[in-house]
């Protein structure tokens, strides 16, 4: 596999990052997950646009302009003839001598790399998924797509330990997202829940979309929180991202929701999604 590190694109044996580097002492990073549907960019002016706002919230310059980026990620997809999957890319603060404090001059790492997925043909898209309910315990900028990633990490081993294939986590009663994607259920009446954007959740680019593919089709969205107990009283429930697009949910804490298989809104919202994305 080909990577991109700071200006080269490098087998991925060859590549180095500095042992000093902020992004692996401090989590000093972010980063972002574009999807890529048969060899093309999904939403990628999306996923540029939150990883400018990302840095801006910390601070950190952008080593590169918009106009780079798009190109090495095209360079990269066809060096690695990526048909589909994501490129993942992450930018650092840089190496510094080991400081809490923000070096005066940083010269941040960029590092790409491409990703095969089969998010189209998903075995789950078509099962659903079972969830279970946990704390949030991450910090409270979850809108900065950092790379601490350690608490959704555990969330996801809890959710496998319990034989589910991941976690939702709620504060203060109610669900802010899932482990890596947003959380949504859609009511009896067939409205579609999902929590409004604050900085208690990551402003997905999925979710974006998927809201306003959703209003296009004349559905109903509510943008408000929910509770784990209405969830599993919901109609259906699914989540979004952009390694999972549009998947269902159908269990949530051992509760089975409608018939236990997928249903029909998160059904045709996958549908809209992927044939907008294709
Ligand atoms: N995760 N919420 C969280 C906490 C996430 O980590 C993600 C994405 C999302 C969905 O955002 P988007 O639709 O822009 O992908 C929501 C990526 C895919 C990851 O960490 O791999």
Known sequence: RIVYVNGEYLPEEDAKISVFDRGFLFADGVYEVTSVLNGKLVDFDGHAKRL??????????NPVTFEELL????????????????????????AADRDFAYPANPKPTIVLFTLVMNISGSP???????????????????????VQLLYPSMGKMMAKAAGADDAWMVEEGVVTEGT??????????????????????????????VLRMAEEAQMVVEERPFTIEEAQNAA??????ATTFVTPVVEIDGATLGD????????RLREIYMDEAR
């Open 260 to 267: 236990g298989a997928p249903g029909p809104i998160a059904k």
């Open 236 to 241: 259906e429930a699914f989540i979004t991202s």
């Open 180 to 209: 890596s994607n947003n959380a949504y259920i859609v009511t009896r009446d067939g409205k579609i829940v999902t929590r409004q954007l604050s900085n208690a959740i990551l402003h997905g680019i999925t979710r974006a979309a």
């Open 52 to 61: 400018q706002r990302s840095l801006d919230e910390l601070d950190m310059p």
């Open 71 to 94: 190109e090495i990620n095209r360079e990269l997809i066809a060096r690695n003839g990526l048909e589909e999957g994501g490129v993942y890319l992450q930018i650092t603060r840089g």
């Open 124 to 146: 789950k898209a078509e099962t659903g998924l079972k969830v279970i309910s946990i704390e949030d315990q991450r910090w409270g900028r979850r809108d900065i797509k950092t």
